[in-house]
Structure formats: structure tokens, C-alpha cells
């Protein structure tokens, strides 16, 4: 798949994707306190948007404080992005939106999608938790799961956005196990897919071998388990 999008994975759901013109964007920042991220990794120093799928600390993370060390504007669904606002995020650093919404950044378009979950910010609700696919101009599609519960509506966002790239959970207790996962697989037919979300904690017991021989045994799906912190593409 020809791409001049850069993607890595910096362990649990942090993401780190760099769009043709050279934006830097991250995926829920959980870097400092993840046992999994490198330590080259926990400390960024540029990003230009920051985009949360929901609430839980281990997915807003680090974003308070890149966004106030680096200038990024941050991406939420309006819930968290109040909570965020009342926290300390600048009015002018804050981008809020919702579930089947779109929105242009620069040289891509973050569309605003379901997920199956719950999400809170310090025992505070925080809207819905949602999934978020990324369309660069005239390249890829990316689609960030968020956490989520195997659901129909991978269907219907495989139909619409056909994603090239999908980073989808497979930890089990708190998201999707491999086995739905490969099942939510079948149901997006996208071309690639890195699993997230396990082996972080001991009740993150999903298997991303198990997870790549369900998928590639029913699927034209390509399964990529890249080391944290390496770019894969």
C-alpha cells in the first residue's frame, strides 16, 4: 500500500500518525505513566493536534500537559473537551465536536464515530466514548477504534470510509477479546490492522497472535503487531 502517511504505535491506544504535509498528530497520549511506551517516547516534544476518543486517564493521558508544553490543539467529543477547558486547556487549543461529525485539520478530515463503552475524567462524566477515522487527502484512511465492545456498526464505517489502517483493541475485561475483534474484522474489511490495547496490565490478557490467525484465517485483513514505538509505516 503506497502511503507518505508515518504511523507508529507507542503501546496501550496511543497512536502517533504524521500526515503528508508533516503534521503531527497523536491518539490518545498516555505516555509518561504507561509501562509499555519507550522511555524515547514518553516526553514528545512537537505535535501539532492531539485527538481523544474518550475520557479514561489511560487515553487522555499526558494531554494537558503536551498541549500546554507544544501549542497542540485538541480534538474531543464536547463533554470531555468542557472538561478538559475547566482543567486548564485553552479556549483557543480546544476543538469539540461529536459523533457523526466531521471536521478539516490542515491535510486531513477526522470524522467522528460510535464506539461501545463508558467514559468518565476524574469520576466526572465525559460524553460518549467514540472511534475516530482519519481521512488524509488523497491518501490512506485511518480508523482509531477508541475502546470498544464489538458492535454492527463496523459494518456500515467499513462500507462508508473503507479504512486502509485499523488500530482496534483486543485486550479482553475492559474491551473486546481477539476472538470478537477478528469478528469486528470481518465485518470492517479493512486492508490493515495493528491491535491495541493489551498487555499493558495483567487484565489485558488478549493475544495479538491469536488475534492475526483468526483474522488473516477468515480475512483478506493484513495483521501488523509492530514493537511499541516503531514506525511501521
Given at each position: ?10 503501546g ?9 504535509s ?47 508544553e ?25 476543538l ?8 478539516r ?7 467522528m464515530v ?37 458492535m454492527?456498526?463496523f ?54 497472535e ?24
Amino acid at each position: 500500500m503506497e502511503t507518505t502517511v508515518k504511523a507508529r504505535w507507542l503501546g496501550h491506544s496511543a497512536v502517533t500518525l504524521v500526515s503528508p504535509s508533516g503534521k503531527i498528530i497523536y491518539i490518545d497520549p498516555f505516555l509518561k505513566d504507561n509501562p509499555t511506551t519507550p522511555d524515547e517516547d514518553k516526553h514528545p516534544k512537537e505535535i501539532d493536534y492531539i485527538l481523544l476518543t474518550h475520557g479514561h486517564e489511560d487515553h487522555v493521558g499526558d494531554t494537558l500537559d503536551l498541549a500546554d508544553e507544544t501549542g497542540a490543539k485538541v480534538l474531543a467529543i464536547v463533554e470531555l473537551s468542557g472538561l478538559l477547558k475547566n482543567d486548564g486547556l485553552p479556549a483557543s487549543q480546544a476543538l469539540e465536536m461529536n459523533k457523526g461529525g466531521t471536521i478539516r485539520l490542515d491535510d486531513f478530515r477526522v470524522t467522528m464515530v460510535n464506539a461501545n463503552h463508558s467514559s468518565s475524567l476524574g469520576g466526572r462524566y465525559a460524553g460518549d466514548p467514540a472511534g475516530l477515522i482519519i481521512r488524509f487527502d488523497n491518501d490512506i484512511t485511518v480508523y482509531h477504534c477508541g475502546d470498544t465492545n464489538i458492535m454492527p456498526d463496523f459494518h456500515i464505517y467499513g462500507e462508508l470510509y473503507k479504512p486502509d489502517l485499523c488500530f482496534m483493541p483486543i485486550g479482553d475485561t475492559y474491551t473486546m477479546n481477539a476472538r470478537e475483534a477478528a469478528y469486528a474484522c470481518v465485518l470492517l474489511k479493512a486492508k490493515m490492522v495493528v491491535p491495541i490495547h493489551y498487555g499493558t496490565w495483567p487484565p489485558l490478557t488478549g493475544s495479538p497472535e491469536e488475534f492475526r490467525e483468526r483474522v488473516e484465517g477468515d480475512t483478506a485483513t493484513k495483521v501488523l503487531i509492530p514493537e511499541a514505538g516503531q514506525w511501521f509505516l
